[in-house]
């Protein structure tokens, strides 16, 4: 019987040291919980776009069907994996091999949902009510608890079958309904019936759901498959909400079983999308303290018949990494490991006051920490030096290496653990391009030793490529004009760009290509590849980008000087002032007169000169400098201010020059009367006081606020609108606005900037479609504590090919002279980090004066607050 079991034991260690590394894929099996829809598009985009096949494994994607217990079948090991619903922990007391690996949602999807007209207004309005549900979401904590908090009697609810037809809802079969906000409420909209929504994350309870799990024999055996299947089902969940309109249509050819259009589909994603995200920036995450949370509240509502410890249901794969005899005996044999690093290489890598600082640093810390051996750095002067160490052994590891096929012969990698995308840099000034078979004969530089140097080559033949030591001699060569461009890693450039060559160099454009990075050892080390692979897959990639995000962005927000802003507003306000002061002692000083009208209007044509002059120089300097992310865009928007500061004052500019050169023609030919004189420098003073006060509205928007503060939507529109007005009256726009009182938290000049690019957006869609009958619409709703912001045009749209890519860093429809790239991108990133809130656009038809028009809407979702 020893003899047995030491036979056993060996094969179970051969086969946790070989079958990651098999070149026959591994066969898994997923259990979905419902039938095909978006709900489940994270897995489809993954087995459809080869991210399981990348990590050696076939997996087969099971339809739902009701005669399956699917929970007992992942317990019992019949089933890899499966998607769960919120209760799937209380599960655990009958089912204890189950383990949870993500929460796709981060609040459940599970609502109840009344028609207005059915006076159900609030939760404690239940009582006696029908209410159409399942037995299943009838049993869900989370609509218990918000029930049980409102202090309803769920004996008298009279609960009734569901039929799964929201008509049933519309046709008063029953008072409310339960069903997933991703589904219902697309119908209810679409018969424009007008309905009340209760969702338990509102009243506190927000429950994780669509739980991805296994079976806790799966990760004794081989944790790694766990890993795998986890890794590349948030890589494939991360494509689907990034490419809404690519998984429908992916959905719509081959999942479709319950025959559901377009239009479902994307109100289902943009729904579940917000659930992912929701309090979180983590896709999958599940945090114990919440979880904890949960399994108290069903405590509390006596749903726990047995104990049950809240870590074993939570997957931890930094506490799992399985290695063999032959690996610890190999660990135990190595006092240390050394890591060939490149200083100078920020956010990557550098030395500073002898310590190992940058990403690398971060993330072989984790690794480190997962293989519990200590890793000590070995400085090198280049790409090319380090790979000549590790030829050398004089260093162990390369921790960012790129797979090629030269390499693959005397290197071994680990599976990727980061994808940087690749740029072109260029002189400030230069125009964006899309495409680099524009650069035809040009100069551009690569970093000597990157594997992508022969890739570029040969896809891009028309352009002469050099290679250079490292990123700041292809700066110096580009800025001497020796090379036309620089092409690097698109984190690298920019952390360089924003330290060192701020307003001297730009990204122009950003590549399709991009560089998968993994860790490399000498292909005779096999221990340490092995070791270091599973190091990899236990560590979340999403982890590795937040750590990259981290070093990249760590002293951005001090780069932008805000006092420039204010410096030019208040010397042109010191400007005017002056002159409304000169002006008022023309009624003290009547000898004076001409001496003080040759002044005056020798000042103002100044000013105007000047003005002009101001305006030229900011617009060429913000289309010279490429301000990185926030810098740029609000380079762009002052652009855009003075320019709508010149519309202000044109006119009473003029006003003030006839009067000025009225009262000095009158003076020299006697005619001048006392009255007269007084009422025209009145008209001065006033026209003057009105210059001032423009300049407090534009002060204004450039003020910066470190704080948010609770603001009125309505009233901040009504700013926006003051700011453009004259320039879009000019272009013969017309905006039509519906405003209600409604507050929101956050920073208001921050909103405004958004509002302008979004109106300048449709300024530039009107001029490039050669439209004549402008039309911009502005609305504000209120639905259920949130309020939607509503902008569109009759602009005729944006093409359904580029639709997803519109809110993407340096992604522009105009041409090239005319847009960066950079403006829908950062509204996003002030509505979505700074205010809280979502943004998101979609092509829009609509009736106006018996016309049909069609065009963009962009819709703005922020929290509603109260003022007190």
């Given at each position: 019987?020893?003899s047995?079991?030491?036979?056993?034991?060996?094969?179970?260690?051969?086969f946790?040291t070989?079958?990651?590394?098999?070149?026959e894929l591994?066969?898994?099996?997923l259990?979905?919980a419902?039938f095909?829809?978006?709900q489940?598009?994270g897995?489809?985009i993954?087995?459809?776009?080869?991210?399981?096949?990348?990590?050696?494994?076939?997996?087969?994607?099971?339809?739902?069907?009701?005669?399956?217990?699917?929970?007992?079948?992942?317990?019992?090991?019949?089933?890899?994996?499966?998607?769960?619903?919120?209760?799937?922990?209380?599960e655990k007391?009958?089912?204890?091999?189950?383990?949870?690996?993500a929460?796709?949602?981060?609040a459940?999807?599970?609502?109840?949902?009344?028609?207005?007209?059915?006076?159900?207004?609030?939760?404690?309005?239940?009582?006696?009510?029908r209410?159409?549900?399942?037995?299943?979401d009838?049993?869900?904590?989370?609509?218990?608890?918000?029930?049980?908090?409102r202090?309803?009697?769920?004996?008298?609810?009279?609960?009734?079958?569901?039929?799964?037809?929201?008509?049933?809802?519309?046709?008063s079969?029953?008072?409310?309904?339960?069903?997933?906000?991703?589904?219902?409420?697309?119908?209810?909209?679409?018969?424009?019936?007008?309905?009340?929504?209760f969702?338990?994350?509102?009243?506190?309870?927000d429950?994780?759901?669509?739980?991805?799990y296994?079976n806790?024999q799966l990760?004794?055996?081989d944790?790694?498959?766990?890993?795998?299947?986890?890794n590349?089902s948030?890589?494939?969940?991360?494509?689907?909400?990034?490419?809404?309109s690519?998984?429908?249509?992916l959905i719509?050819?081959?999942?479709?079983?319950?025959?559901?259009?377009?239009?479902?589909?994307?109100?289902?994603?943009?729904?579940?999308k917000?659930l992912?995200?929701?309090?979180?920036?983590?896709?999958?995450?599940?945090?114990?303290?919440?979880?904890k949370?949960?399994?108290?509240?069903?405590?509390?509502?006596?749903?726990?018949e047995?104990p049950?410890?809240?870590?074993?249901?939570?997957?931890k794969?930094?506490n799992?990494?399985?290695?063999?005899?032959?690996?610890?005996n190999f660990?135990?044999?190595?006092?240390i490991?050394?890591?060939?690093?490149?200083?100078?290489?920020?956010?990557?890598?550098?030395?500073?006051?002898?310590k190992?600082?940058?990403?690398?640093?971060d993330?072989?810390?984790?690794?480190?920490?997962s293989?519990?051996?200590p890793?000590?750095?070995?400085?090198?002067?280049?790409?090319?030096e380090?790979?000549?160490?590790i030829?050398?052994?004089?260093c162990?590891?390369?921790?960012?290496?790129i797979?090629?096929k030269?390499?693959?012969?005397?290197?071994?990698?680990?599976?990727s653990?980061?994808n940087?995308?690749l740029?072109?840099?260029?002189?400030?000034?230069?125009?964006?391009?899309?495409d680099?078979r524009?650069?035809?004969n040009k100069?551009?530089s690569?970093?000597?030793?990157?594997?992508?140097?022969?890739?570029?080559?040969?896809k891009?033949?028309n352009?002469?490529?050099?290679?250079?030591?490292?990123?700041?001699?292809g700066?110096e060569?580009?800025?001497?004009?020796?090379n036309?461009?620089?092409?690097?890693?698109?984190?690298?450039s920019?952390?360089?760009?924003q330290?060192?060559?701020?307003?001297?160099l730009?990204?122009?454009?950003?590549?399709?290509?991009?560089e998968?990075?993994?860790?490399?050892?000498?292909k005779?080390?096999?221990?340490l590849?092995?070791?270091l692979d599973?190091?990899?897959?236990?560590i979340?990639?999403a982890?590795?980008?937040e750590?990259?995000?981290?070093?990249?962005?760590?002293?951005?927000?001090?780069?932008?000087?805000?006092?420039l802003?204010?410096q030019?507003?208040f010397?042109?306000?010191?400007?005017?002032?002056?002159?409304?002061?000169?002006?008022i002692l023309?009624?003290?000083a009547?000898k004076?007169?001409?001496y003080?009208?040759?002044?005056?209007?020798?000042?103002?044509q100044?000013?105007?000169k000047?003005?002009?002059?101001?305006?030229k120089?900011?617009?060429?300097?913000?289309q010279?400098?490429?301000?990185?992310l926030?810098?740029?865009?609000?380079m762009?928007?002052?652009?855009?201010?003075?320019?709508?500061?010149?519309h202000?004052?044109?006119?009473?500019?003029s006003?003030?020059?006839t009067n000025?050169?009225?009262?000095?023609?009158?003076k020299?030919?006697?005619l001048?009367?006392?009255?007269?004189l007084?009422?025209?420098?009145?008209?001065i003073?006033?026209?003057?006081?009105?210059?001032?006060?423009?300049?407090?509205?534009?002060?204004?928007?450039?003020?910066?606020?470190?704080?948010?503060?609770?603001?009125s939507?309505?009233?901040?529109?009504?700013?926006?609108?003051?700011?453009?007005?004259?320039?879009?009256?000019?272009?013969?726009?017309?905006?039509?606005y519906?405003?209600?009182?409604?507050?929101?938290?956050?920073?208001?000049?921050?909103?405004?900037?958004?509002?302008?690019?979004?109106?300048?957006?449709?300024k530039?869609?009107?001029?490039?479609?050669?439209?004549?009958?402008?039309l911009?619409?502005?609305?504000?709703?209120?639905?259920?504590?949130k309020v939607?912001?509503?902008?569109?045009?009759n602009?005729?749209?944006?093409?359904?090919?580029i639709?997803?890519?519109?809110?993407?860093?340096?992604?522009?429809?105009?041409?090239?002279?005319?847009?960066?790239?950079i403006?829908?991108?950062m509204?996003?990133?002030?509505v979505?980090?700074?205010?809280?809130?979502?943004?998101f656009?979609?092509?829009?038809?609509?009736i106006?004066?018996?016309?049909?028009?069609?065009?963009?809407?962009l819709?703005?979702?922020?929290?509603?607050?109260?003022?007190?």
């Amino acid at each position: 019987m020893n003899s047995f079991c030491k036979l056993k034991f060996l094969l179970t260690i051969i086969f946790l040291t070989t079958s990651l590394y098999s070149s026959e894929l591994k066969k898994v099996t997923l259990q979905l919980a419902w039938f095909d829809q978006f709900q489940y598009a994270g897995y489809y985009i993954a087995k459809e776009k080869g991210f399981y096949k990348e990590l050696g494994l076939d997996v087969e994607i099971v339809p739902f069907s009701f005669d399956k217990n699917i929970i007992k079948d992942v317990n019992d090991g019949k089933i890899d994996f499966a998607v769960g619903r919120e209760n799937l922990i209380l599960e655990k007391q009958k089912y204890p091999n189950i383990v949870a690996l993500a929460a796709i949602f981060q609040a459940s999807p599970l609502i109840l949902i009344s028609k207005k007209d059915s006076k159900i207004e609030k939760i404690e309005d239940f009582a006696n009510k029908r209410i159409m549900t399942t037995r299943d979401d009838a049993e869900e904590a989370s609509l218990k608890a918000m029930l049980v908090s409102r202090k309803v009697d769920i004996k008298t609810l009279n609960f009734i079958p569901h039929s799964h037809n929201i008509k049933d809802l519309i046709n008063s079969k029953t008072d409310l309904i339960s069903a997933y906000t991703s589904k219902a409420p697309f119908f209810l909209n679409k018969y424009n019936i007008k309905y009340n929504t209760f969702s338990p994350k509102d009243y506190g309870f927000d429950m994780y759901s669509d739980f991805l799990y296994t079976n806790s024999q799966l990760i004794a055996t081989d944790p790694n498959v766990a890993i795998l299947f986890k890794n590349a089902s948030m890589k494939g969940w991360e494509y689907a909400y990034s490419n809404i309109s690519e998984a429908t249509e992916l959905i719509l050819n081959k999942y479709n079983t319950q025959n559901l259009t377009k239009e479902e589909l994307i109100f289902e994603a943009n729904e579940l999308k917000k659930l992912s995200y929701y309090e979180t920036k983590k896709l999958g995450e599940i945090s114990y303290e919440k979880l904890k949370r949960i399994y108290d509240l069903y405590n509390v509502l006596g749903l726990v018949e047995k104990p049950i410890d809240v870590s074993e249901f939570i997957f931890k794969p930094d506490n799992n990494l399985i290695i063999s005899n032959i690996e610890k005996n190999f660990l135990n044999e190595k006092e240390i490991l050394n890591l060939c690093i490149v200083p100078n290489y920020m956010p990557y890598s550098d030395v500073v006051d002898g310590k190992f600082i940058g990403f690398v640093a971060d993330y072989m810390a984790l690794v480190e920490n997962s293989i519990k051996k200590p890793i000590k750095f070995v400085q090198t002067k280049s790409i090319a030096e380090s790979f000549t160490f590790i030829k050398e052994k004089k260093c162990d590891i390369l921790p960012m290496a790129i797979k090629t096929k030269e390499r693959e012969s005397y290197l071994s990698f680990t599976k990727s653990y980061l994808n940087l995308p690749l740029v072109l840099i260029t002189k400030s000034g230069e125009i964006f391009t899309d495409d680099l078979r524009n650069l035809k004969n040009k100069k551009v530089s690569i970093v000597d030793n990157y594997a992508f140097f022969n890739t570029l080559k040969n896809k891009y033949k028309n352009i002469e490529f050099v290679k250079v030591k490292n990123l700041d001699e292809g700066f110096e060569k580009v800025l001497n004009d020796e090379n036309f461009a620089h092409i690097d890693f698109m984190q690298s450039s920019w952390y360089k760009i924003q330290t060192d060559y701020m307003s001297k160099l730009q990204i122009s454009a950003k590549l399709d290509e991009s560089e998968d990075i993994s860790i490399a050892v000498l292909k005779e080390n096999t221990v340490l590849s092995n070791i270091l692979d599973k190091a990899v897959l236990s560590i979340d990639k999403a982890s590795s980008t937040e750590i990259l995000n981290k070093w990249v962005i760590k002293d951005n927000k001090k780069e932008f000087n805000y006092n420039l802003l204010l410096q030019i507003s208040f010397v042109v306000f010191i400007i005017f002032s002056l002159g409304v002061y000169r002006q008022i002692l023309l009624n003290k000083a009547n000898k004076r007169l001409k001496y003080l009208v040759d002044l005056k209007t020798k000042k103002l044509q100044n000013v105007n000169k000047r003005l002009s002059i101001r305006i030229k120089r900011i617009l060429e300097k913000s289309q010279q400098k490429d301000r990185i992310l926030a810098q740029q865009q609000k380079m762009v928007s002052m652009g855009q201010m003075i320019e709508n500061i010149a519309h202000q004052w044109r006119q009473p500019l003029s006003v003030i020059s006839t009067n000025a050169s009225a009262i000095k023609l009158k003076k020299e030919m006697n005619l001048l009367k006392d009255d007269e004189l007084i009422k025209t420098v009145e008209q001065i003073v006033n026209t003057s006081k009105y210059l001032s006060q423009t300049i407090d509205d534009f002060r204004y928007f450039f003020r910066p606020q470190k704080d948010k503060e609770i603001f009125s939507l309505a009233s901040c529109i009504k700013k926006c609108l003051d700011l453009i007005n004259e320039n879009f009256v000019q272009n013969n726009i017309k905006i039509i606005y519906k405003l209600e009182d409604i507050n929101v938290l956050g920073y208001e000049t921050e909103l405004i900037q958004v509002l302008i690019n979004i109106l300048n957006n449709s300024k530039d869609a009107f001029v490039q479609n050669n439209i004549d009958k402008k039309l911009i619409f502005i609305t504000l709703k209120e639905i259920n504590k949130k309020v939607h912001i509503e902008i569109y045009d009759n602009a005729l749209g944006v093409s359904q090919i580029i639709l997803d890519k519109v809110f993407e860093p340096y992604f522009t429809t105009k041409y090239k002279s005319s847009g960066t790239g950079i403006g829908l991108y950062m509204s996003k990133e002030i509505v979505t980090r700074h205010m809280d809130g979502d943004i998101f656009m979609d092509n829009y038809e609509f009736i106006y004066e018996n016309e049909k028009y069609k065009g963009a809407k962009l819709s703005i979702v922020l929290n509603t607050i109260k003022k007190d």
